[in-house]
């Protein structure tokens, strides 16, 4: 098969799976916050951020893992996989927030607390967090599996996971990092969801060896930083649905390695990825070519040697 031809089946293999699924995952979303929230201001909140138009990264993610272990996907797992979803836009709406981040777009639309003050949005997180765990602890799992699920995205999303990660780069917006430290804020800030993202699967298909899955879930994590970094330098705000150029003194991979050697970062975690999901295929013998599609997420149109 020639590289070109390569390239276009491992992106149609992405896109296959994203019009497989997105469409039942915003359905899912869209029905389970109209029938469970029954506060109207709270309810047209929290679906206002999360029927926004994100890409589904994290759901799809679990998905495919499920998928990659041929376990046929139930209600269920999609409760599952849906939870982080919200855990997700909870954390982009306190990111967003006058006291973070300050910003008034995300995905192409005014901001959580823009169009509903700060008071509504800082709840409509809340309650966004607060509802995932209902939806991991009310399903019919496994009982083992319930338990797992609850303490792992607790572990990723909590005071040693993403939200240690958010005190790290707000602590840190005048102090320029080394790339270990900003490598560690980031495996919290952004890795550590996608590594949960990756690990909920293997939970619900009883996996009983996560290492080689979970390196790859964890240089997706990096690679997703390190290309949003570079977004951010290379790209418009039409083409990101938010503000460019916000990075100028941050503590970003351009601002540390140079464009180039951000390039180049990418390329090798990208590579190092796939390197883990061949070796789980070979221990294994299961077909990871659909994780591996993932990694057509990222636009490389630049030549790296
Ligand atoms: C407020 C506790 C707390 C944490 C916030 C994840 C995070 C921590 C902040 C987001 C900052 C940011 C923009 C990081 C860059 C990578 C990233 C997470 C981008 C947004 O995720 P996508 O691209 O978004 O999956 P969509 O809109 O597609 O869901």
């Known amino acids: 098969m020639s590289p070109l031809t390569k390239a276009i089946t491992v992106m149609s293999k992405l896109q296959k799976f994203e019009d497989q699924w997105v469409t039942t995952i915003n359905d899912y979303l869209d029905e389970q916050l109209a029938n469970q929230i029954h506060q109207p201001l709270l309810n047209q909140s929290m ?18 893992t499920l998928s990659t272990f041929n376990v046929p996907i139930t209600e269920d797992h ?7 979803e919200l855990v997700h836009t909870y954390s982009l709406i306190h990111d967003d927030l006058p006291a973070m981040d300050n910003d008034d777009l995300r995905r192409g639309k005014a901001t959580n607390h823009v169009k509903f ?26 009982a083992k599996q319930k338990v797992d699920l609850v303490s792992e995205l607790a572990k990723a999303a909590g005071p040693n996971g993403m939200v240690a990660g958010q005190v790290e780069d707000v602590a840190n917006e005048a102090n320029q990092l080394t790339l270990e430290q900003l490598m560690q804020l980031h495996k919290r800030k952004t ?14 298909a009883g996996s009983n060896d996560y ?16 290309y949003d970094d570079i977004l951010d330098v290379i790209s418009n705000e039409a083409e990101l ?26 390329t090798d975690t990208i590579n190092q990825g796939k390197m883990a999901l061949q070796v789980a295929s070979q221990q294994t013998g299961l077909d990871t070519s659909l994780l591996a599609s993932f990694f057509s997420y990222f636009k490389l149109n630049k030549e790296i040697n």
């Open 78 to 84: 999609l409760k599952i996989a849906t939870a982080l």
């Open 117 to 142: 003050g700060e008071d509504i949005a800082i709840l409509a997180g809340d309650a966004l967090l607060t509802l995932a765990f209902d939806w991991l602890a009310n399903n019919n799992l496994p």
């Open 47 to 64: 679906a206002y951020s999360v029927n926004a138009g994100g890409k589904r990264l994290r759901p799809l993610l679990t998905l495919a």
């Open 241 to 266: 649905g938010k503000p460019v150029e916000q990075d100028g003194n941050k503590n970003t991979y351009p601002n540390l390695l140079g464009l180039d050697g951000a390039y180049q970062k990418l």
């Open 211 to 226: 290492s080689n899955w979970l390196e790859f879930a964890d240089c997706f994590g990096l690679a997703f930083q390190i």
């Open 191 to 204: 890795g550590d969801l996608i590594h949960y993202a990756v690990l909920s699967g293997l939970i619900m």
